[in-house]
């Protein structure tokens, strides 16, 4: 399967999910979010990005923006406004 597929028999929970989930409402609008893609089997770093369901859950929560961890080193973000998240599947 690929990215944003199977979601109706996958049994894990998103990090974006999870996160949203232990928070009030009133915790999220305005927050900043962010996510980060790690490797478990040899810690590398890849580009971060919400699957289209996980970005509709960060824009309906009121996200203000959202980092993208983009590489190694604390300086390897890119933000992006939430509402410009793609949330529609191709």
């Known amino acids: 399967m690929h990215q944003g597929e199977g979601y109706g028999i996958c049994r894990a929970v998103h990090a974006e999910m999870n996160a949203l989930l232990n928070c009030s409402r009133q915790q999220t609008m305005g927050a900043d979010l962010y996510l980060a893609g790690i490797n478990p089997s040899d810690n590398s770093v890849h580009k971060a990005k919400p699957c289209p369901v996980c970005a509709r859950q960060?824009?309906?929560?009121?996200?203000?923006?959202?980092?993208?961890?983009?590489?190694?080193?604390?300086?390897?973000?890119?933000?992006?406004?939430?509402?410009?998240?793609?949330?529609?599947?191709?």
């Open 58 to 90: 960060i824009i309906q929560a009121g996200i203000r923006n959202v980092y993208l961890r983009v590489g190694d080193g604390a300086e390897n973000y890119i933000v992006i406004p939430a509402n410009e998240l793609k949330w529609l599947q191709d």
